[in-house]
T-cell receptor
Framework: DTEVTQTPKHLVMGMTNKKSLKCEQH?????MYWYKQKAKKPPELMFV???????INESVPSRFSPECPNSSLLNLHLHALQPEDSALYLC?????????????FGSGTRLTVV | AQSVTQLGSHVSVSEGALVLLRCNYS??????LFWYVQYPNQGLQLLLK??????LVKGINGFEAEFKKSETSFHLTKPSAHMSDAAEYFC??????????FGQGTRLTINP
C-alpha cells in the first residue's frame, strides 16, 4: 500500500458545526502532516506529527485541532470555522522526516464553510 | 530562511516541444530541493528531489532537473511535452528539519 487516504473527499459545513477530517496511511511512515491549500496557491503547512507527537504547529487558529491516535491515523477536528477557511486540506506522510523521500500526499478534502 | 521562487506563473508549450519550468532558491545552507506536480482536484505527486550527490536528477514521467549552485537554480525540464503533462508544478525546499516550503507554482498548458 503506497497511498495516503483522506476522507471525506468533499465537506460542506456551517460555521457552528463540528466536523473531522481523516487521514490514513499504511506505509509505516512515522511523520504525518496537514497542509491547507487555497485556490491557485501553494500548500501551506499547518501541523506536523512525528512519532505520534505534535512537532510543528504553524500558529494555526485553535478552531483547527489535530489528533494522531496512532502511527497510521491523523485527524483534523474542525469547530466554528469561518468562510475563509474554505480550502483543500491535504494530508501527507513521510518515512521519518521530510528529508527522507519527500512527502506522500493524499488527494485532499475540499472543504466549504457556509 | 530557505525559499524558492518560480519564474512564470503560466507556461504554455506545444505538444512535443521542450518543457522548461524555472525555479531559483535562496538558502544559506546546502538546500534539499523538490519538484511536485498537482493535477486538477488531486494531491501533490513527487516528481524528483535533490539532496546530495549527482546534480542532474531524473524523475518520473520523463522529467529531470539540474541543481546549479552557481546559478542557485533547480529548473525542471522534459524533452518532449505530452498532453498529459498539463498540470500545476511546484518547486519546494526544506526549511528546518521537517517543513516543506513551496514556490507559488507554475501552470503548464500543452497545446495540441
Amino acid at each position: 500500500d503506497t497511498e495516503v487516504t483522506q476522507t471525506p473527499k468533499h465537506l460542506v459545513m456551517g460555521m457552528t458545526n463540528k466536523k473531522s477530517l481523516k487521514c490514513e496511511q499504511h506505509m509505516g511512515h512515522r511523520a504525518m502532516y496537514w497542509y491547507k491549500q487555497k485556490a491557485k496557491k501553494p500548500p501551506e503547512l499547518m501541523f506536523v506529527y512525528s512519532y505520534e507527537k505534535l512537532s510543528i504547529n504553524e500558529s494555526v487558529p485553535s478552531r483547527f485541532s489535530p489528533e494522531c491516535p496512532n502511527s497510521s491515523l491523523l485527524n483534523l477536528h474542525l469547530h466554528a470555522l469561518q468562510p475563509e477557511d474554505s480550502a483543500l486540506y491535504l494530508c501527507a506522510s513521510s518515512v521519518a522526516g521530510v528529508l527522507d523521500l519527500g512527502n506522500t500526499f493524499g488527494s485532499g478534502t475540499r472543504l466549504t464553510v457556509v | 530562511a530557505q525559499s524558492v521562487t518560480q519564474l512564470g506563473s503560466h507556461v504554455s508549450v506545444s505538444e512535443g516541444a521542450l518543457v522548461l519550468l524555472r525555479c531559483n532558491y535562496s538558502s544559506s545552507v546546502p538546500p534539499y530541493l523538490f519538484w511536485y506536480v498537482q493535477y486538477p482536484n488531486q494531491g501533490l505527486q513527487l516528481l524528483l528531489k535533490y539532496t546530495t550527490g549527482a546534480t542532474l536528477v531524473k524523475g518520473i514521467n520523463g522529467f529531470e532537473a539540474e541543481f546549479k549552485k552557481s546559478e542557485t537554480s533547480f529548473h525542471l525540464t522534459k524533452p518532449s511535452a505530452h498532453m498529459s503533462d498539463a498540470a500545476e508544478y511546484f518547486c519546494a525546499v526544506i526549511q528546518g528539519a521537517q517543513k516543506l516550503v513551496f514556490g507559488q507554482g507554475t501552470r503548464l498548458t500543452i497545446n495540441p
